[in-house]
């Protein structure tokens, strides 16, 4: 199997940087583990799917080298583009569900609620 949707495979850093951005506060080790939960869901997906996340995973990782890793996720975060702008979709929509399934008084920002220790 590929290494491209492990944790510290390109998908794993393109997941890390995407979450980073839209939960600026959320803890450090919650983020580790939303980001290994995004991993294993990708790499749970149906073979025809698969082989696509790994081919985009690929492509991010060629393109994080070519230029600014941050500049390369920005882009994909923000853009419309088929294909390319559904990455950066999946990743929010699970992280953001495992977020507040996990921890369900997490605030906008990711930061922990007031019931919750930090």
């Known amino acids: 199997m590929s290494r491209a949707l492990d944790v510290d495979g390109p998908f794993g850093r393109f997941s ?5 951005v839209e939960l600026p506060e959320l803890p450090d080790d919650r983020l580790d583990v939303t ?10 997906t149906p073979g025809p799917l698969r082989v696509g996340l790994i081919m985009l995973a690929q492509l991010v990782g060629l393109a994080e080298r070519a230029a600014d890793p941050d500049r390369v996720t ?8 088929p294909l390319v702008g559904e990455l950066a979709r999946m990743v929010r929509s699970l992280g953001f569900t495992y977020v507040w399934e996990t921890w369900p008084s ?11 220790a930090a």
């Open 74 to 81: 920005e882009y994909l975060r923000v853009t419309a583009l």
């Open 106 to 116: 997490t605030r906008p920002t990711g930061a922990p609620g007031t019931t919750e």
């Open 16 to 20: 890390r940087r995407v979450l980073s």
């Open 35 to 44: 980001v290994g939960f995004v991993c294993r869901r990708a790499a749970q």
